[in-house]
């Protein structure tokens, strides 16, 4: 078993920065071998793809309506994944989860075995 929580999430003007935290904690895998995705659902809508992170970091993935504005990035030594947002817009508005399964990136929900229990971003105009 894998548990994922969420932080960092909040109240932002649009062009503002957040970053949020996803850790994780279990004994079903090392963290080492977990890729960590991040996705968001706003009220109404299906649950999106935003980013995502190999098991050791070196591949990272955006959806397009966050390119060049998210980062993500892990500490494994922290078994932690953050998400840094800058320029941050009032369509990201949403709650923030995180996700995780063994092996490859996906962009996928279904493909994600874990998930945190998500944090809200709001995004004001």
């Known amino acids: 078993q894998v548990q994922l929580v969420e932080s960092g999430g909040g109240l932002v003007q649009a062009g503002g920065s957040l970053r949020l935290s996803c850790a994780a904690s279990?004994?079903?895998?090392?963290?080492?071998?977990?890729?960590v995705g991040w996705f968001r659902q706003a009220p109404g809508s299906e649950r999106e793809f935003v980013s995502v992170?190999?098991?050791?970091?070196?591949?990272?993935q955006n959806a397009e309506s966050v390119k060049d504005r998210f980062t993500i990035s892990r500490d494994n030594a922290k078994s932690t994944v953050y998400l840094q947002m800058n320029g941050l817009k009032p369509e990201d508005t949403a709650v923030y989860y995180c996700?995780?399964?063994?092996?490859?990136?996906?962009?996928?929900?279904?493909?994600?075995?874990?998930w945190g229990q998500g944090t809200q971003v709001t995004v004001s105009s």
């Open positions: 996700a995780a399964r063994v092996g490859f990136t996906s962009t996928t929900a279904s493909a994600y075995n874990y």
């Open positions: 279990g004994r079903a895998f090392p963290f080492e071998n977990i890729a």
């Open positions: 992170i190999s098991y050791n970091g070196a591949r990272t």
